[in-house]
């Protein structure tokens, strides 16, 4: 059974950082790509970083760059998502994501197969 479990959500205040990992518990994506989406309430699903192992090539959406960093253990199957100078607006559920996209869809919900059941990130004083 494919899963992706997630943990390392929690509150933090405007300004702290927080470091979510993904475990992709049956290797199932080991020649694909991994990585996050966020979903903040009343808003759509959105991207926020993906890694795809083969090559290491990396996505950042425009509005972590800078404050955010995915990496990954391709041995252990396990994406990161350090997130640094966080700020409330940063405050979602975040969705670890696996699959095999292309380049159109690497930064696209429909690039991803298989999600997890999320974890709640709240940025908050």
């Known amino acids: 059974q494919v899963q992706l479990i997630e943990s390392g959500g929690g509150l933090v205040p405007p300004g702290g950082s927080l470091r979510l990992s993904c475990v992709d518990s049956?290797?199932?994506?080991?020649?694909?790509?991994m990585g996050w989406f966020r979903q903040a309430p009343g808003k759509e699903r959105e991207f926020v970083a993906t890694?795809?192992?083969?090559?290491?090539?990396?996505a950042l959406a425009d509005s972590v760059r800078g404050r955010f960093a995915i990496s990954g253990d391709r041995a252990k199957s396990t994406i990161y998502l350090q997130m640094n100078s966080l700020k409330s607006e940063d405050t979602g559920v975040y969705y670890c994501?696996?699959?095999?996209?292309?380049?159109?869809?690497?930064?696209?919900?429909?690039?991803?197969?298989?999600w997890g059941q999320g974890t709640q990130v709240t940025v908050s004083s």
């Open positions: 994501a696996g699959g095999y996209p292309i380049s159109s869809t690497m930064t696209t919900r429909q690039g991803y197969r298989t």
């Open positions: 049956g290797g199932s994506f080991r020649n694909g790509a």
């Open positions: 890694k795809r192992w083969a090559t290491g090539a990396e």
